[in-house]
């Protein structure tokens, strides 16, 4: 299509630009990142709805903290709305997006087609990630499909990316141009073999990694002495993953019925104590925040506040992980690149 | 059967040096194969091979055996069915997430490895299972890509999933095939 179709027929349409150099796909997150600052990114709680209201009311209280909000893929094998259509609205109104791929629901040939649509739709950060079983969610009797894993995900889009073929050798015209992201879970067995597979995942492609919840310090400070032995932290962006619990309660549970999900004692005791538990829950995250941020390697933090995404912007700002640094969306120019 | 798979990876190290000699003698026979027919003696070894890997490793017929390659420990057994595990989810003590009673296949694939001489080779990112190819003999197959190797078989889209997943063909080539199959190696259409 020529500029003067363009501004003609669908004057509303972006453009689809290349990256700067430098960059594989020229996100704001990735900006950020390459710039060396401390990155925040944040979790977004996905609406059981069609109104695409419900989408910005759940991305307001993270936007104006978040260098990317992170559009769950159906998480916990819960159905909600898709991360794909999340990221479309979001990313047409100028905030920066993750979009999460779990490999969990849809086998090759739908991801690939997806990765194509997402990128088209301005989306240019993606989350590689094998998902929950199907038995914890709200529809255990689904077909589980893991055609690919988080690995062979990430190979897929890099392919797909840098040679400009689907995994069929088919060629693409426009290839998308992603910032790859990978999630690692560092506190949870085999604690040995985690940084040797966040090694595996950088190989496959991973340029950024998030990890699950990080609320034992020195279970992860190990992890990391590792991944800078390997030299990891040069050649992938390690966003630490934190979030506030509600109370003691709500760490038990979280604990015996999310999967891969490592609460030490001594925090669960501390939220037992404490006379508001609410508070006590914020005080942990924002102390996590400031320990992590003080570890070598560590590019960034992700907060996953899951119904507590009210307190993200309080949270970050009491860190003061940020330090003057303020992220703001583009003014609504459709795409991410700017 | 579940006991005999954590035999298995308890004794990496010794099926390991099996492998190896079971391998080199079907690369060995492929003339011999080749001159008898893929087609034809892939039935009888496919069947021998799913009655022994079935015993000892729980072996479900993937067809692109990688078991050298993941210490022993057949991946296919992961509920995820994870070519490159363990995932996030694995229970205290190295327990599956689905499956709570069973270790985790990944967690015993990754113990395997640092039992085995050429453990390394868990570090190559594993290619997705070409679901094609299920039920078919991957011993044949190995004799097959190994001999093919010195012959490269030009296959576009194959040779695609080869050149993105280097290290894993190398080692494991039976994981990104590239030499002909035979056609009763190969189901089609949906009746899978």
């Known amino acids: 299509m020529t500029d003067d179709e363009r501004r003609?027929?669908?004057?509303?349409?972006?453009?689809?630009?290349?990256?700067?150099?430098?960059?594989?796909?020229?996100?704001?997150?990735?900006?950020?990142?390459?710039?060396g600052r401390f990155a925040v990114t944040a979790e977004l709680n996905p609406p059981d709805s069609a109104d695409p209201?419900?989408?910005?009311?759940?991305?307001?209280?993270?936007?104006?903290?978040?260098?990317?909000?992170?559009?769950?893929?159906?998480?916990?094998?819960?159905?909600?709305?898709?991360?794909?259509?999340?990221?479309?609205?979001?990313?047409?109104?100028?905030?920066?997006?993750?979009?999460?791929?779990?490999?969990?629901?849809?086998?090759?040939?739908?991801?690939?087609?997806?990765?194509?649509?997402?990128?088209?739709?301005?989306?240019?950060?993606?989350?590689?990630?094998?998902?929950?079983?199907?038995g914890v969610g709200d529809q255990p009797g689904a077909r589980p499909v893991f055609d690919l894993d988080s690995l062979s995900l990430l190979r897929t889009i890099r392919t797909m990316r840098d040679e400009g073929t689907f995994l069929s050798g088919r060629q693409i015209t426009r290839p998308p141009r992603m910032f790859l992201g990978a999630?690692?879970?560092?506190?949870?067995?085999?604690?040995?073999?985690?940084?040797?597979?966040?090694?595996?995942?950088?190989?496959?492609?991973?340029?950024?990694?998030?990890?699950?919840?990080?609320?034992?310090?020195?279970?992860?400070?190990?992890?990391?002495?590792?991944?800078?032995?390997?030299?990891?932290?040069?050649?992938?962006?390690?966003?630490?993953?934190?979030?506030p619990l509600a109370s003691a309660k709500a760490a038990r549970w979280m604990r015996s019925n999310v999967?891969?999900?490592?609460?030490?004692?001594?925090?669960?005791?501390?939220?037992?104590?404490?006379?508001?538990?609410?508070?006590e829950g914020k005080r942990i995250c924002i102390e996590l925040m400031q320990q992590l941020r003080e570890i070598r390697g560590v590019a960034g933090v992700h907060v996953m506040a899951y119904r507590r995404e009210h307190l993200v912007s309080e949270i970050v700002a009491e860190s003061g992980v940020l330090q003057t640094r303020v992220p703001h969306r583009s003014r609504a120019s459709g795409r991410e690149v700017d | 059967m579940y006991r005999t798979r954590l035999f298995a990876v308890r004794h990496a190290r010794a099926f390991e040096w099996l492998y190896v000699r079971l391998e080199r003698a079907m690369v060995a026979l492929d003339p011999l194969f080749a001159r008898v027919g893929y087609a034809r003696i892939e039935p009888?070894?496919?069947?021998?091979?799913?009655?022994?890997?079935?015993?000892?490793?729980?072996?479900?017929?993937?067809?692109?055996?990688?078991?050298?390659?993941?210490?022993?420990?057949?991946?296919?057994?992961?509920p995820k069915q994870l070519r490159n595990g363990p995932c996030g989810g694995v229970r205290p003590g190295g327990y599956c997430e689905v499956k709570p009673q069973m270790r985790c296949v990944w967690v015993l694939a990754w113990?395997?490895?640092?039992?085995?001489?050429?453990?390394?080779?868990?570090?190559?990112?594993?290619?997705?299972v070409d679901r094609s190819l299920e039920g078919s003999s991957s011993w044949l197959r190995v004799s097959r890509?190994?001999?093919a190797r010195l012959r490269e078989a030009r296959d576009a889209p194959r040779t695609t999933i080869a050149k993105a997943f280097p290290g894993a063909r190398a080692n494991e080539p039976s994981a990104a095939p590239l030499a002909p199959e035979p056609s009763s190696a190969v189901r089609t259409g949906d009746g899978r």
């Open chain 2, 111 to 128: 113990d395997g490895a640092a039992r085995m001489k050429d453990g390394g080779t868990i570090h190559d990112v594993q290619p997705p």
């Open chain 2, 145 to 147: 890509e190994k001999a």
């Open chain 1, 53 to 134: 209201a419900d989408v910005f009311e759940a991305a307001r209280p993270l936007a104006e903290v978040a260098d990317a909000i992170n559009a769950t893929d159906a998480s916990g094998a819960n159905c909600h709305m898709s991360s794909i259509g999340i990221c479309s609205l979001l990313t047409r109104a100028g905030y920066g997006t993750i979009y999460q791929i779990s490999c969990r629901d849809r086998n090759r040939i739908a991801i690939q087609g997806d990765v194509l649509g997402a990128a088209a739709m301005g989306v240019r950060n993606v989350l590689c990630l094998t998902g929950d079983g199907v």
């Open chain 1, 259 to 279: 999967p891969g999900i490592h609460i030490p004692d001594a925090v669960i005791e501390r939220l037992d104590k404490a006379a508001k538990p609410a508070e």
């Open chain 1, 183 to 243: 999630a690692e879970n560092p506190c949870v067995e085999p604690l040995d073999w985690r940084p040797e597979r966040l090694a595996k995942k950088v190989d496959a492609g991973a340029e950024f990694i998030q990890t699950n919840y990080i609320f034992d310090i020195p279970v992860f400070e190990r992890f990391m002495a590792r991944v800078r032995d390997l030299g990891l932290e040069e050649r992938a962006f390690i966003l630490a993953g934190v979030g």
């Open chain 2, 44 to 78: 009888p070894v496919a069947a021998i091979e799913r009655v022994t890997k079935g015993l000892l490793f729980d072996c479900k017929m993937c067809g692109q055996c990688v078991l050298s390659s993941t210490g022993m420990s057949c991946p296919m057994n992961c």
């Open chain 1, 8 to 35: 003609e027929f669908a004057p509303w349409l972006p453009t689809y630009d290349e990256p700067p150099p430098g960059h594989v796909s020229g996100s704001r997150l990735e900006r950020v990142l390459r710039q």
